[in-house]
């Protein structure tokens, strides 16, 4: 019984950091690219009209984009899991021996004395099934996939990266002149990254305020770069 409830306890687990992780991919580039685009735009049409429709059709674009990446990521963990699940059923229906002996070095490995490798490998030969789930997870090392993983991954960075979008575009909804919206749009997304940093290096183990400051430089810099690219060919 306790066994069982810690591998559901591992479940869940897992399911949440493949979700973060899907977050973290959304957001990071959603806050970057298109903060990256309206300074770059700024820098060259003084309209905030102009860059609201170009932020809005990046940020279509980019979450179609980045949601369809994370669905393809998804479908091709799922066929390499079946491709490698149809070569264990195969092996171990045409090349049992070889099947037994492997298994019986996993338990050989782990420390049982011969006779308890024997019964342990007789015992879970007893269930292909059992067996092929076994030999996947500790011969491979492959967890069998969510059949749901690859659309869970689309939406979760495709709606990341939207509301990531977001926030360095607003300013522009509400004023007209776009230097001065770019000084609103530093202000909020510069800081929504520092805390989307801290966030996430605290969540992965890593110095928070280290983290934080090198989430935020990075975004600085690609806005800084766009904006002085667009100043230098519009001859300002």
């Known amino acids: 019984m306790d066994t069982h409830l810690h591998h559901e306890h591992k479940e869940d687990h897992l399911k949440s950091s493949e979700m973060l ?14 903060f990256a685009l309206a300074a770059g735009l700024s820098g060259a049409v003084s ?25 393809l990521a998804g479908k091709t963990e799922q066929d390499h899991y079946a491709s490698e699940q ?25 420390g049982l004395s011969p006779a308890l490798q024997d019964q342990a490998t007789a015992e879970i030969a007893l269930d292909k099934d059992r067996w092929v789930d076994f030999m996947m997870k500790y011969e491979l090392g492959l967890d069998k996939p969510d059949p749901k993983r690859a659309t869970k991954s689309a ?26 919206a770019l000084k609103i ?10 805390l989307f940093g801290f ?34 060919f519009e001859g300002k």
Do not use: Q
Request: aromatic share 10%; net charge negative; proline share 3%.
């Open 47 to 71: 309209s905030s009209k102009i860059i609201v429709i170009a932020g809005i059709a990046e940020i279509c674009a980019g979450s179609i984009a980045m949601g369809l990446g994370g669905y």
């Open 199 to 232: 966030f996430k290096s605290k969540v992965t183990g890593i110095n928070p305020w280290l983290g934080a400051i090198r989430v935020m430089l990075i975004g600085a810099m690609a806005a800084a770069a766009a904006f002085g690219v667009a100043r230098l």
């Open 21 to 34: 992780t899907d977050i973290v991919i959304g957001m990071s580039d959603g806050l970057t690219v298109p």
């Open 185 to 194: 749009s530093v202000i909020v997304t510069l800081f929504c990254l520092f």
């Open 155 to 180: 939406l979760n960075i495709g709606l990341s990266y939207i509301a990531g979008g977001i926030i360095p575009l607003s300013p522009y909804f509400f004023i007209s002149d776009s230097e001065e």
């Open 86 to 110: 149809k070569r264990e059923y195969y092996e171990i229906d045409n090349l049992r021996d070889r099947e037994v002996e492997e298994t019986k070095e996993f338990f050989a490995n782990i």
